[in-house]
């Protein structure tokens, strides 16, 4: 990319790739002052590694920019002595790290479910005296949360993990994501606050694993930008094998990849085509 563009977008369709240097000509729909972009990750870190450019790239466009974070980290410990005080660590450190990036401290979402435990969190329940998983409006579950913060924020646009992901609290915060949309967007649990009036678009971000089929967008930028989002990263300095991740990333380059999903409600009259 040439010096004076700060971020490139390319977008391919079929076997065409549109290319141009502000967001609004390559992401479709775009909302002008009302474009909202919310990040979902699993863990504090796996937003800036994956999708770190692309926030940055938002952020530039005049974009608000949400960050939420699922887990509370409690499984981060590269030594056993810190296994009690971990997840504390990683919470100041994700807010730094944020900040680095330029998102606003109010609009980072701690939803602080037990790390590595999204399994047992999957869904909604109404909470009790023994519930011991993060509470909003007396119930408790990853559908819950979700929907709750989706109300709240109301995004145009989310980027989310890939569901092929190898870590499974990557691929469950994806599939209970998804029907929190579904969930959000209609007069289920009024509790959680008003019906979003609009789906958001969704985009896959990778992390550890590749798409599930080949990515459809790619956000390059300038070396600036790229050095931001390295520094964000090393900011998880209770990570210690955050370098060797750095070290890759600095091998691929200023640049990442995104998956566009549509969000499609089956309507049975789709396929009259394929028996006529």
């Not at 559908?143 to 145009?156: A, D, E, F, G, M």
């Not at 990557?170 to 029907?179: D, P």
């Given at each position: 990319?040439?010096?004076?563009?700060?971020?490139?977008?390319?977008?391919?369709?079929?076997?065409?790739?549109?290319?141009?240097?502000?967001?609004?000509?390559?992401?479709?729909?775009?909302?002008?002052?009302?474009?909202?972009?919310?990040?979902?990750?699993?863990?504090?870190?796996?937003?800036?590694?994956?999708?770190?450019?692309?926030?940055?790239?938002?952020?530039?466009?005049?974009v608000?920019?949400?960050?939420?974070?699922?887990?509370?980290?409690?499984?981060?410990?590269?030594?056993e002595?810190?296994?009690?005080?971990?997840?504390?660590?990683?919470?100041?450190?994700a807010?730094?790290?944020?900040?680095?990036?330029?998102?606003?401290?109010?609009?980072?979402?701690?939803?602080?479910?037990?790390?590595?435990s999204?399994?047992?969190?999957?869904?909604?329940?109404?909470?009790?005296?023994?519930?011991?998983?993060?509470?909003?409006?007396?119930?408790?579950?990853?559908q819950?949360?979700?929907?709750?913060?989706?109300?709240?924020?109301?995004p145009?646009?989310?980027?989310?993990?890939?569901?092929t992901?190898?870590?499974p609290?990557?691929?469950?915060?994806?599939?209970?994501?998804?029907?929190?949309?579904?969930?959000?967007?209609?007069?289920?649990?009024?509790?959680?606050?008003?019906?979003?009036?609009?789906?958001?678009?969704?985009?896959?971000?990778?992390?550890?694993?590749?798409?599930?089929?080949?990515?459809?967008?790619?956000?390059?930028?300038?070396?600036?930008?790229?050095?931001?989002?390295?520094?964000?990263i090393?900011?998880?300095?209770?990570?210690?094998?955050?370098?060797?991740?750095?070290?890759?990333?600095?091998?691929?380059?200023?640049?990442?990849?995104?998956?566009?999903?549509?969000?499609?409600?089956?309507?049975?009259?789709?396929?009259?085509?394929?028996?006529?």
């Amino acid at each position: 990319m040439s010096e004076e563009n700060v971020v490139i977008y390319d977008r391919r369709v079929q076997t065409i790739v549109e290319r141009a240097p502000v967001a609004r000509i390559i992401f479709p729909g775009w909302q002008k002052d009302k474009e909202c972009w919310m990040f979902l990750a699993a863990h504090d870190d796996d937003i800036v590694c994956g999708a770190g450019l692309t926030l940055l790239a938002g952020l530039k466009e005049g974009v608000e920019v949400h960050a939420v974070i699922t887990a509370n980290g409690c499984m981060g410990y590269c030594s056993e002595d810190k296994s009690r005080t971990i997840a504390a660590v990683r919470k100041e450190e994700a807010k730094e790290s944020f900040k680095i990036l330029g998102v606003k401290e109010e609009n980072i979402h701690f939803l602080d479910f037990d790390d590595c435990s999204f399994y047992l969190n999957a869904g909604r329940r109404f909470a009790d005296e023994n519930t011991t998983s993060p509470v909003i409006a007396g119930a408790t579950g990853l559908q819950n949360s979700y929907t709750w913060v989706l109300r709240k924020i109301c995004p145009t646009r989310i980027f989310l993990p890939t569901p092929t992901d190898i870590h499974p609290d990557h691929q469950l915060t994806t599939k209970e994501m998804m029907i929190s949309i579904f969930h959000a967007q209609g007069g289920i649990w009024p509790e959680l606050g008003p019906a979003m009036e609009e789906i958001p678009m969704l985009y896959e971000y990778s992390t550890y694993s590749d798409f599930a089929t080949l990515p459809t967008m790619r956000i390059r930028t300038n070396q600036e930008l790229f050095e931001k989002k390295l520094d964000a990263i090393r900011a998880y300095k209770s990570q210690e094998q955050i370098e060797l991740l750095v070290n890759g990333l600095i091998e691929s380059g200023a640049q990442e990849y995104l998956r566009e999903v549509n969000f499609d409600i089956m309507t049975p009259h789709k396929h009259d085509k394929l028996f006529n």
